[in-house]
T-cell receptor, first 113, second 114 residues
Framework: QKEVEQNSGPLSVPEGAIASLNCTYSDRGSQSFFWYRQYSGKSPELIMFIYSNGDKEDGRFTAQLNKASQYVSLLIRDSQPSDSATYLCAVNTAGGGADGLTFGKGTHLIIQP | ETGVTQTPRHLVMGMTNKKSLKCEQHLGHNAMYWYKQSAKKPLELMFVYSLEERVENNSVPSRFSPECPNSSHLFLHLHTLQPEDSALYLC?????????????FGSGTRLTVV
């Protein structure tokens, strides 16, 4: 059974600070890792994906992957109120083909003005 | 719009009704998916179609029946649903790029079973 674990929050962060979101996964065969942002009543929107150990940066967002620890994180620098949303971690055993993503429950992030 | 269009956006149906959800992708992707999102639960993968063939059925009740007539269209046929089936139903499509499958979601259908 593939599982993805996230702290549901809410995680409250002051505006301008760094928000740190964490995710662990159970399937060692997982090969690609995704962070989605979901605003209330909306569909998930891809923020970043990562598949190699280490850090990957895109603007204010940095994804970090540690396959040995089965851990993936998302850092949001200079947090803005518009970053307030639920962040979903998802993993895929891409080697098997288009077998879909396994999602965590999501972390509710609140950026306080 | 993300390139994946779902209709209707909202649906209220009785337990004896039959209805269908529709999804259309304009991205040239070769795989499509149905997901269910309920409150307090992770997104649940229901069905996968790759190259128009169903490749996975995660023990979904038979009152949900998918159909994929071509690589751009996906349907979810609903009949004799239960109130606990009320949820947001999301369609997604994907395409492999350098070994990574990028998934794009539609806006979803908010289903209420009464």
């Amino acid at each position: 059974q593939k599982e993805v674990e996230q702290n549901s929050g809410p995680l409250s962060v002051p505006e301008g600070a760094i928000a740190s979101l964490n995710c662990t996964y159970s399937d060692r065969g997982s090969q690609s890792f995704f962070w989605y942002r979901q605003y209330s009543g909306k569909s998930p929107e891809l923020i970043m994906f990562i598949y190699s150990n280490g850090d990957k940066e895109d603007g204010r967002f940095t994804a970090q992957l540690n396959k040995a620890s089965q851990y993936v994180s998302l850092l949001i620098r200079d947090s803005q109120p518009s970053d307030s949303a639920t962040y979903l971690c998802a993993v895929n055993t891409a080697g098997g083909g288009a077998d879909g993503l396994t999602f965590g429950k999501g972390t509710h992030l609140i950026i306080q003005p | 719009e993300t390139g994946v269009t779902q209709t209707p956006r909202h649906l209220v149906m009785g337990m004896t009704n039959k209805k269908s959800l529709k999804c259309e992708q304009h991205l040239g992707h070769n795989a499509m998916y149905w997901y269910k999102q309920s409150a307090k639960k992770p997104l649940e993968l229901m069905f996968v179609y790759s190259l128009e063939e169903r490749v996975e059925n995660n023990s979904v009740p038979s009152r949900f029946s998918p159909e994929c007539p071509n690589s751009s269209h996906l349907f979810l046929h609903l009949h004799t649903l239960q109130p606990e089936d009320s949820a947001l139903y999301l369609c997604a499509s994907s395409q492999e790029v350098q070994g990574i499958y990028g998934y794009t979601f539609g806006s979803g259908t908010r289903l209420t079973v009464v």
